[in-house]
Structures are given as structure tokens and as C-alpha cells.
């Protein structure tokens, strides 16, 4: 993807100029140029009612040579006291997605520079790009072997291009990584084991330059961590731990882990799944991609944090020595687990995960995982649930959330469904007796092995993938998570723990 930032210039060649205008009486100043060139059809078009600015309305004006753009997009944001970041995302992607098969396009955003700063408008123009531009066909034989594909963008604001060079770069970067997300997460389990999830990220954290060290199977059995042990037995493929960090070492600056459910695949192990849908499952390290993609742009950016990342990665299978249900197991703390049913597995895997973030003594500890079907049935795709043992570090997500469009809610973790994980002989069991609450008891589950350590769960599992395409993701992943704890470790560089 090439972007350039250029000034206001109706003498740009490209296949298409798009430009984002806002419902008015009159035709806007800026589109005047236009119009006149293009014998005004524009304005005969909003006389005529047939052209209203509405949100998201798409409306395109062959140039036939006229203009060096061989057409005009205009992209309606509509009424200008409704227009908010959100809706101007959702404008930029329906638009994008028109262009797809142009190579170069060009975007005017000095319509709404009365309602966003130059800064935001770059980003938002730049990142919702590669969002509106990522395909995942590596698996698919090309017909057309060079079919053109959006790859080159100007972006045009008044003010010099200069300025924004520090926003545009950040958008790049963040583009980039949650694409990387999206990508890791759509790659299917023969082609993602834990083995090859490491080399993905080997190879990540030389080009962002954050520093990786991996944990092999003899090192985990060595730390005791058995919960991990016992999802992974019964998977031909040996189970990996990754450990991400950025600004290693810097005790002096606010340390945050973040922790990523890294199954490669989940056939629910001996406590198998129905085969309906069971592909599905190759997803479900969507939070570990999430931690990788979000340690990228955090050392790109270098931003002033000690960040370290935490991945378990395993298979969850049936086999001869698969974990049974029924068998007990001691957690890297200590604390025994009868395993009742081997496809709650994520939180086993995260049990042991979060006793050894504690030798960082994070500020904040922040899971990801897609834990359980329970979520979907509480918030659908629309948001992923929060849980956690500190009011304010949720309050800090939930501020997050509000600057971007990965949304979050909270659910609580009363006495009650701590009660229902007793286990008759071991310390605690991995499902409830009562089956209910099940995306709360997960987090509760959890929760007993945080320890005191500041934290919060997001149960990402409706919103890390999507089977319908949505306005800024086609079906597939959406690389969720990325977004948000990005704005999170800002918010925390700028206001302190
Ligand atoms: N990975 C699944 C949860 C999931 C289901 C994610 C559907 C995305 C879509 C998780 O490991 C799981 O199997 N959870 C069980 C927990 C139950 C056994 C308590 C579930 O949700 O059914
Ligand atoms: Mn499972
Ligand atoms: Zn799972």
C-alpha cells in the first residue's frame, strides 16, 4: 500500500476521486470546481433531489476526460450535527470497497475539516484503507493473474503534507498489524500449528523490532504448568509459550501484560464438539494474534511502556492420551483443577498464563481469548465482554473502546458463580455445575488465578470473526483487539497509571 499526502488538487491523476461531503443546501464551495468541469451535472443532480448527501450514499460522475481523475465519487456523510468518527469510518469503507478494482484513488477530505482535525481525517482515511482493502486469497489460483487492486492512495488536506507525516506513519503501522491479525487468524490450523504461529511471530518481532522468547514443551513442564500440559497431550504438535516484550527490562515505566488464548485448533478434545461448524475452531487463537499484532505497533511506535505479551499456543485434540474428563491437574500456582469437560480448555491455558505474569508485576494484566459460545449467545458480534478485579482498569477499556469501533461490555462476577466452580475434590473445576452464566464463569475461572494482580478478561469470541461481511470487515477475521488496546496503552502513556 503506497499513501501520499498532497494538498487540495484537482490536477491529480488517478482512477478515482472520492470526496466525502455533508448534506447542505447549497452545492459546497469545494465541490464547485467539479461541477463547472464536469458541465454541472453534480449540482443538476442535487437540484433534481436525486443527489442528498445521505450517510453512505454513493454517487459517481464519469469525468470522460475532463478532470485527470477519471471520476468523481462522492461519498455522503450525512446531517453535519450527526457526523462522528464512527460514521465517517463507515462512509470511508463503503467507499473503498467501490474503488477496490482501481489502482490509484484519491481521497478530498477538505469537506470535513470543520468537523475533524487534519490529523484524524489522516488517520481515519489512511487506516480504514487497509482495512476496506484486505482480501485473503493466498489459498485461491489467480484467474486474471495481474487483476488491479487499490494499492495507491493521495491523500488530500489543506496544511502541509508534513505536518501529518507522524499520524500517517502510526495509521500504517497500525493498519498493517491488525491485517497481520486478521491474516494469522484466517490461515487455517494445518497451516497455523504452534509451530508455525512462533515463526509468524519470530518473524514479526524482527521487522517491529520487539524482542520474542520461546518456551518449548520441557521449559513449560519445568515451570509446572500442567493446565497447559494437559489441553496439549492429546495434539501430535507440541505446545509453544511465547514471550513478546517491548522495552525489556524498564521497570521505571508502567509495565502492562497482555494475554492471548493461542489454540490452534479446538475440537473440544475428548469432550468433543459437533462437527457442524467444528472448522470454525481453527480461529480461536484470534486473542494470541491480537497480543502479537498489538506488541508490533506498540514497538513500532515506541511508545513509552514496558509491554510484555503472553502467548500459550496448543491443539486442543481427542487421542489415546488426551486428557480425560475427570482428571485433575495442578496449575502453575499451585491450585488442583478437575478438568470436567476438556473443551472448556482456553481458560486451562490461561490459568497458567496468568500465574506467570506475575514475575512481571504488571500495573494491568488484560486477557483476550475466545472462551466461550456463551458470548454470542449474550452480545452477539456486536461486543466483546469485559470482566475483571479492578473498577478502573475496566474504566480505562472502556474509555478505549469509545475511540474506536471495537466495542466492549461489562458483565459481573458475583460470589455466586465462583460457588458454582467448587469441585468436590479438587481445588476448582473448569465448568460450573450449573451451566449457566457461561461466558461469566470462564472469567471467574480465571479470576482464581490472577491472583491479586490488577486484570481484566475480553471474551472475544463473537467478535473475532465474522460470517457476514460487516462494514469494516469481509467474512473472516476482523483482527479485534488491535484497536482497542492500542487506544488503552495510549490513554495509559498519556495519563499514567
Ligand atoms: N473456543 C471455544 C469457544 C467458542 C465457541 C469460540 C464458538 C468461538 C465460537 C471454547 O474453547 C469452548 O469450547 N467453550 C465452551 C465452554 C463450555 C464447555 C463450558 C463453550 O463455549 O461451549
Ligand atoms: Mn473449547
Ligand atoms: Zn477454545
Redesign the pocket.
Not at 473443551?343 to 482456553?346: I, S
Given at each position: 500500500m503506497k499513501i501520499q499526502l498532497q494538498s487540495p488538487d484537482r490536477s491529480c491523476e488517478c482512477n478515482v476521486m472520492i470526496v466525502p461531503w455533508c448534506k447542505s443546501d447549497t452545492i459546497p464551495a469545494q465541490l464547485s470546481g467539479y461541477d463547472a468541469a464536469l458541465s454541472h451535472e453534480i449540482s443538476r443532480s442535487i437540484e433534481q433531489g436525486k443527489l442528498e448527501g445521505k450517510e453512505g450514499e454513493m454517487a459517481v460522475f464519469p469525468s470522460y476526460g475532463k478532470l485527470p481523475a477519471k471520476r468523481i465519487l462522492l461519498a455522503g456523510v450525512g446531517s453535519p450535527d450527526k457526523l462522528d468518527r464512527h460514521i465517517l469510518r463507515k462512509v470511508l469503507h463503503t467507499a473503498y470497497r467501490q474503488c477496490l478494482r482501481d489502482e490509484t484513488a484519491a481521497i478530498r477530505l477538505s469537506l470535513l475539516a470543520s468537523h475533524f482535525s487534519a490529523d484524524e481525517l489522516v488517520f481515519e482515511a489512511a487506516t480504514c484503507l487497509y482495512s476496506a482493502a484486505y482480501t485473503f486469497d493466498r489459498y485461491q489460483e489467480k484467474l486474471d493473474k495481474t487483476p488491479s487492486r487499490l494499492s495507491s492512495l493521495f491523500i488530500q488536506i489543506d496544511r502541509k503534507a508534513k505536518d501529518h507525516a507522524a499520524v500517517l506513519r502510526e495509521a500504517e503501522i497500525t493498519g498493517n498489524a491488525i491485517n497481520l491479525a486478521r491474516d494469522l487468524v484466517n490461515t487455517p490450523a494445518n497451516h497455523m500449528t504452534p509451530a508455525l504461529f512462533t515463526e509468524a511471530a519470530l518473524r514479526e518481532a524482527k521487522n517491529a523490532g520487539f524482542g520474542l522468547q520461546i518456551l518449548e514443551q520441557k521449559d513449560i513442564q519445568e515451570l509446572g504448568m500442567e493446565a497447559l500440559l494437559a489441553v496439549s497431550r492429546g495434539s501430535t504438535e507440541p505446545p509453544k509459550f511465547l514471550i513478546l516484550e517491548h522495552n525489556t527490562g524498564r521497570t521505571d515505566l508502567p509495565t502492562v501484560v497482555l494475554a492471548g488464548k493461542g489454540?490452534t485448533f479446538?475440537s473440544?478434545g475428548i469432550?468433543i464438539?459437533p462437527s457442524r461448524n467444528m472448522h470454525?475452531?481453527k480461529?480461536?487463537m484470534a486473542g494470541a494474534a491480537a497480543v502479537v499484532g498489538t506488541l508490533s505497533v506498540a514497538s513500532q511506535l515506541k511508545l513509552p511502556l514496558h509491554l510484555v505479551g503472553l502467548t500459550p499456543l496448543t491443539e486442543?485434540m481427542p487421542d489415546g492420551r488426551a486428557t480425560r474428563p475427570g482428571d485433575i491437574v495442578k496449575a502453575m500456582n499451585g491450585k488442583t483443577i478437575e478438568i470436567l469437560?476438556t473443551?472448556?480448555?482456553?481458560r486451562l491455558i490461561l490459568g497458567d498464563t496468568l500465574c506467570y505474569a506475575e514475575r512481571f508485576k504488571p500495573d494491568y494484566l488484560i486477557d483476550l481469548a475466545?472462551?466461550?459460545?456463551?458470548c454470542?449467545v449474550a452480545l452477539g458480534h456486536e461486543a466483546a465482554a469485559v470482566l475483571g478485579n479492578n473498577a478502573h482498569l475496566i474504566d480505562l477499556l472502556k474509555q478505549a473502546s469509545g475511540l474506536c469501533d471495537e466495542r466492549i461490555w461489562q458483565l459481573p462476577i458475583w460470589e455466586e458463580y465462583r460457588e458454582d466452580l467448587k469441585s468436590d475434590i479438587a481445588d476448582i473445576a473448569n465448568?460450573g455445575k450449573s451451566g449457566a452464566a457461561?461466558t461469566i464463569?470462564?472469567a471467574a475461572f480465571l479470576e482464581a488465578f490472577a491472583g491479586s494482580q490488577a486484570w481484566a478478561h475480553l471474551d472475544i469470541?463473537?467478535v473475532?470473526?465474522t460470517t457476514k461481511p460487516r462494514f469494516y470487515s469481509i467474512p473472516g477475521a476482523t483482527g479485534y483487539g488491535v484497536s482497542l488496546l492500542l487506544q488503552f496503552l495510549k490513554l495509559l502513556s498519556t495519563t499514567g497509571v
Open positions: 489454540v479446538d473440544g469432550s464438539k470454525e475452531m480461529t480461536d486442543n469437560n473443551d472448556a480448555e482456553g475466545t472462551l466461550t459460545g456463551a454470542i465448568i457461561g464463569e470462564g469470541a463473537g473475532a470473526n
